[in-house]
């Protein structure tokens, strides 16, 4: 598997013409990572990511209690990809 991220055009600041792709996962109870930055990430990358938000989760989603939902979400947005 290859990603091709534009890593240095993402970091400075530049349009960057090479397809790239996030998951932005975002969680109600996270006090580390705040839903209003998830969302602020989101808006910066929408063209080129999608968003999850999870309720009753914190900080570290695929720790806590309801981590299969989680992964199952993932799995299926990599499918979605064409990465399995």
């Known amino acids: 598997m290859t990603c ?4 240095k055009a993402i970091f400075s600041g530049q349009k960057s013409t090479k397809p790239s792709f996030g998951l932005i996962i ?3 109870q996270d006090r580390i990572t705040p839903v209003p ?6 808006e910066k990358y929408k ?9 009753d989760h ?3 989603v ?6 299969e939902n989680i992964a199952q979400d993932i799995q299926e947005w ?7």
């Open 4 to 7: 091709s991220l534009p890593w």
């Open 26 to 28: 975002a969680a109600e």
């Open 37 to 42: 930055i998830a969302m602020k990430t989101r």
């Open 47 to 55: 063209a080129v990511s999608t968003y999850k938000e999870y309720r």
């Open 58 to 60: 914190g900080h570290y």
């Open 62 to 67: 695929l720790g806590e209690p309801g981590w």
């Open 78 to 84: 990599l499918k979605q990809l064409g990465i399995q």
